[in-house]
């Protein structure tokens, strides 16, 4: 009896061995292909043929170079429109999800089905559309224009995870509210958006990386380089005939630390905000 007992203990901790080390073998390949371009950050140019997985010779001056080389103008711009996208977004993603959560009215459905629909077209199956409207408003080459090509496309996401996460929060809290002598605008800034805050900042960072990220809409709207953002700025160190690959991976390296850190920072929120109105 005594050994059953004692199998019945540890087949636990084995499954979550076993759970744990097939999580870190799934981390491990993920992380690989970032681990391989800091290295080849650190080589020289005569070394990024070598086969060795360790650089012979550290040059930290790829880093370095990349301040120098007038990248950080560009990283600048990429912060200006990833902020702005993201700032647009909630503005407006905030009022829609919150009415359309507590109000069933009339439509309700068809509005929500439209803002999802919306989601599924891409911007690059509609790079002419955009660039002939932005041409002419005179927006083209400018930040504006992709500021609101980023928050439009990033809205609809926006909308659905905070239409769920307001859903889920009891309406009895704010008619408690407004008992207390709060009014509709006190009970949602003072009760509904402190419980409300996971969703978003879930919103909050997929939004900046999805803008971050964007590239095919930025390299067809700006022409000018010190307007482009820092994913089309790096699209020159590729060349007809040769890739300057270690300065290219060297501002791709300081082109992720940012992302890296923020989501770093509110790693539990969003995991919060993503299980928003799973469990009522």
């Avoid at 080589?43 to 990248?71: I, K, M």
């Avoid at 990033?154 to 909308?159: K, Q």
């Avoid at 095919?216 to 007809?240: E, K, M, Y």
């Amino acid at each position: 009896m005594a050994s059953r007992g004692a199998v019945v203990r540890t087949m636990p901790r084995l499954k979550t061995v076993l759970v744990a080390a097939a999580a870190y073998v799934v981390a491990l390949i993920f992380l690989f292909p970032y681990v391989v371009m800091l290295l080849t950050s650190l080589r020289s140019q005569d070394s990024l043929r070598d086969v060795t997985f360790w650089p012979d010779e550290w040059v930290w001056s790829n880093l370095a170079g990349f301040w120098s080389s007038g990248l950080a103008g560009n990283l600048w711009v990429t912060i200006k429109v990833a902020a702005g996208s993201t700032v647009l977004v909630l503005l407006v993603a905030l009022p829609a999800a919150y009415y359309s959560a507590r109000h069933r009215f009339r439509g309700r459905t068809a509005f929500l089905i439209l803002v999802l629909i919306t989601q599924m077209f891409q911007p690059t199956a509609m790079l002419v559309g955009i660039y002939r409207e932005f041409y002419q408003f005179g927006l083209v080459d400018s930040i504006w224009s992709l500021i609101l090509v980023n928050g439009g496309f990033n809205l609809a996401f926006a909308v659905w995870i905070l239409n769920a996460y307001f859903a889920s929060i009891p309406r009895e809290l704010e008619e408690a509210a407004f008992i207390d002598g709060n009014g509709r605008f006190g009970a949602l800034f003072r009760i509904t958006m402190p419980l409300a805050m996971p969703g978003v900042i879930t919103a909050l960072i997929f939004t900046f990386i999805a803008a971050w990220n964007e590239f095919v809409v930025a390299l067809t709207l700006t022409t000018t380089p010190d307007r482009q953002p820092l994913t089309v700025a790096l699209n020159s160190f590729i060349g007809q005939y040769q890739v300057d690959w270690q300065n290219l991976f060297a501002g791709s390296v300081i082109a992720t630390i940012p992302v890296i850190i923020l989501f770093a920072l509110i790693e539990r929120k969003v995991v919060g905000g993503l299980t928003a109105g799973s469990i009522k």
